[in-house]
Nanobody, 121 residues
Framework: QVQLVESGGGLVQAGGSLRLSCAAS????????MGWFRQAPGRERDFVAA???????RYADSVKGRFTISRDNAKKTMYLQMNSLQPEDTAVYYC???????????????WGQGTRVTVSS
């Protein structure tokens, strides 16, 4: 059973940057798609970015050009570099692992506990 632990959240001013990390343990990492999602207060969990096992990436329109997803398979860690942060980026950010080895970035089945990001105006 894979365990995912997010870190790197915090309070930042608008226009600032943060880098989130998602460390995996107890399961396979390199052969799975990984993704980031976020949930703002009073809203549903939304897709942010995903990276395939082969390194292909996709992003929500709202973060394109500002956020960059990456992975280090040797460290079993995924990252989300967030630049030009805005108050609307405030949310709890969750990482997730795909549902099956060598699968697509369209389905995720294992989730971390989340890390909170707050962007002040």
């Amino acid at each position: 059973q894979v365990q995912l632990v997010e870190s790197g959240g915090g309070l930042v001013q608008a226009g600032g940057s943060l880098r989130l990390s998602c460390a995996a343990s107890g399961g396979l990492f390199s052969t799975y798609a990984m993704g980031w999602f976020r949930q703002a207060p009073g809203r549903e969990r939304d897709f942010v970015a995903a990276i395939s096992w082969g390194g292909n990436t996709r992003y929500a329109d709202s973060v394109k050009g500002r956020f960059t997803i990456s992975r280090d398979n040797a460290k079993k860690t995924m990252y989300l570099q967030m630049n030009s942060l805005q108050p609307e980026d405030t949310a709890v950010y969750y990482c997730a692992r795909g549902t099956r080895s060598y699968g697509s970035t369209s389905g995720f089945g294992s989730w971390g506990q989340g890390t909170r990001v707050t962007v002040s105006s």
